[in-house]
């Protein structure tokens, strides 16, 4: 199997576990807040507490509406038509907003093993942020901000799943 090929059907596996577990508990949630009653505020409350420990979270791993917004993000093809649309949910959801000015702060950071890249580039080629704005944001290009602390990196670990070596990790800082 060729290598590029490898690594694409890896990342797209893992992007699939992702999206499962993100529907799953998307699902739970509206039930939980449908059926058993739960506070607004509670859930509000949730956010927050997620934001505070593993940075902005909940969007694309827990929220309802991240799942509608996957979806329509997976419609754009593989110029990404409609990734920008991902943004703009956002503006009105104080989890979002919470959870996205805690990202700098969180317990666990996206971190970047400068020893071990290669300058492959796959993790930027990965990463939403970095593909809407390629000239501010980059995970292995020295002199640009790292995504993964932007308000808007929503810890989707797609650029982790894409890193042929391992030179990025999810971990507590």
């Known amino acids: 199997m060729n290598s590029n090929l490898k690594k694409k059907s890896i990342a797209g596996t893992a992007a699939l576990y992702r999206v499962s ?9 509206y039930m939980a807040y449908v059926y058993l009653g739960i506070s607004i505020w509670l859930i509000l409350a949730f956010g927050a507490f997620t934001g505070l420990i593993f940075g902005k979270v909940f969007c694309r791993w827990i929220c309802p509406i991240g799942v509608i917004m996957e979806l329509f993000m ?5 110029d990404g038509k409609f990734r ?3 943004q ?4 009105g959801c104080p989890i ?4 996205g000015a805690l990202n700098r702060f969180s317990l666990f950071k996206l971190k970047t093993d400068a020893s071990t890249c290669i300058s492959c580039g796959l993790c930027d080629k990965s990463c939403y942020i970095s593909k809407i704005e390629p000239e501010k944001y980059s995970l292995y290009k020295k002199g640009k901000e790292h995504p993964g602390d932007a308000f808007s990196c929503s810890r989707c670990l797609s650029c982790v799943a894409a890193c042929p070596n391992g030179s990025l990790s999810y971990k507590v800082k």
């Not at 997976?74 to 593989?78: I, N």
């Not at 703009?88 to 503006?91: A, E, F, G, V």
């Not at 979002?96 to 959870?99: C, E, H, M």
Request: proline content about 0%; cysteine-free.
């Open 74 to 78: 997976g419609f754009g093809g593989s």
């Open 88 to 91: 703009y949910h956002k503006i």
């Open 21 to 29: 577990i993100q529907m799953v508990l998307a699902f739970f949630l």
């Open 96 to 99: 979002a907003w919470i959870s």
């Open 84 to 86: 920008q649309m991902y």
